[in-house]
């Protein structure tokens, strides 16, 4: 079967630097998206991985290994705005996206 | 950000009668998706479409239909409700298959 595994929930400090970790199994790979969703809101895209290796956007950067079917996602500087969940999701062979359950982020002053 | 609109934003039904969720969309994108979303579960597609009239079922289609007759709009029906359909619908949008997927607001929908 296919399976995305994401922790449940993590805490954070306002300042500090979070990695949110993705492992996946899936029937095929086309690419890797991860989405912030805030509570009663719709998922919002934030970024997209094809290719091993790390992707920088501002303060979020996201990291592929297809070998180890290992993404993560790593926000700096945290602000209370990114008290959110985020969605990590992949492509499988068919174009179909397999969610995890997300990871609730929970960020402290 | 995309323009996609969902209707009703939240609904109260019954066991038993038929609902209607509209997804509309701005942007002349090809693909639309219906999601549901549920505690503890990641989103799973319920049916998707590719093209006016052409729809294909997604991993959790059973109770549902849906229809497209324009681009622009993507209509999800419940024959029949059940309180196991309670949960949180969402509408994506992409311009193709491989693209990224952008979601609407969502619609709360409650089956008692």
């Known amino acids: 079967g296919q399976n995305i595994d994401q922790p449940t929930e993590m805490t954070a400090t306002e300042g500090a630097i979070v990695q949110i970790n993705c492992t996946y199994q899936?029937?095929?790979?086309?690419?890797l998206f991860w989405y912030q969703q805030h509570a009663g809101e719709a998922p919002t895209f934030l970024s997209y991985?094809?290719l091993d290796g790390l992707e920088e956007k501002g303060r979020f950067s996201s990291f592929l290994s297809r070998s180890k079917g290992y993404s993560y996602l790593l926000l700096k500087e945290l602000q209370m705005k990114d008290s959110a969940s985020y969605l990590c999701?992949?492509?499988?062979?068919?174009?179909?996206?397999?969610w995890g359950a997300g990871t609730k982020l929970i960020i402290k002053p | 950000d995309a323009g996609i609109t969902q209707s009703p934003r939240h609904k109260v039904t019954e066991t038993g009668t038929p609902v209607t969720l509209r997804c509309h969309q701005t942007?002349?994108?090809?693909?639309m998706y219906w999601y549901r979303q549920d505690p503890g579960h990641g989103l799973r597609l319920i049916h998707y479409?590719?093209?006016?009239?052409?729809?294909d079922k997604g991993e959790v289609s059973d109770g549902y239909s849906v229809s497209r007759s324009k681009t622009e709009d993507f209509l999800l029906t419940l024959e029949s409700a059940t309180s196991s359909q309670t949960s949180v619908y969402f509408c994506?949008?992409?311009?193709?298959?491989?693209?990224?997927?952008?979601f609407g607001p969502g619609t709360r929908l409650t089956v008692l």
């Open positions: 991985n094809v």
């Open positions: 899936t029937s095929g790979f086309n690419g």
């Open positions: 999701a992949v492509m499988d062979s068919n174009y179909q996206l397999i």
């Open positions: 994506a949008i992409s311009e193709s298959d491989t693209d990224t997927q952008y």
């Open positions: 942007e002349n994108h090809r693909y």
């Open positions: 479409s590719y093209g006016v009239k052409d729809t």
